[in-house]
């Protein structure tokens, strides 16, 4: 069917900056709303940034002016670029895309979630 694959994370400064990535991949028709979330350990997952189809962005407060989130609809690819990182963004990155995809002669939706990627920003 669809899948996301996340990459991009890791160890970096507060002050630092990272640039995330979630690529779509399957028998994909149309993707349509995708989205950023993060869950640190003992949190909720919250959202970071959705982008829609058009290229559109919304964001947390807590991240708005030091994160931007992109999209490449020819290469079914979210980015997000983290600049000015806190301690505080330290978090478990995951991506969302509501995706239709061919099954059989016509096609099917689903909301699908990459398996995350770690940002660790040390103080």
């Known amino acids: 069917q669809v899948q996301l694959v996340e990459s991009g994370g890791g160890l970096v400064q507060a002050g630092g900056s990272l640039r995330l990535s979630c690529a779509a991949s399957?028998?994909?028709?149309?993707?349509?709303?995708m989205g950023w979330y993060r869950q640190a350990p003992g949190k909720q997952r919250e959202m970071v940034a959705t982008?829609?189809?058009?290229?559109?962005?919304d964001y947390a407060d807590s991240v708005k002016g030091r994160f931007t989130a992109s999209r490449d609809n020819a290469k079914n690819t979210m980015y997000l670029q983290m600049n000015s990182l806190k301690p505080e963004d330290t978090a478990s990155y995951y991506c969302?895309?509501?995706?239709?995809?061919?099954w059989g002669l016509g096609t099917q939706r689903t909301d699908t979630w990459g398996q995350g990627t770690q940002v660790t920003v040390s103080s």
């Open positions: 399957g028998s994909i028709f149309s993707i349509n709303n």
């Open positions: 969302n895309a509501d995706i239709t995809y061919w």
């Open positions: 982008v829609t189809s058009g290229g559109s962005a």
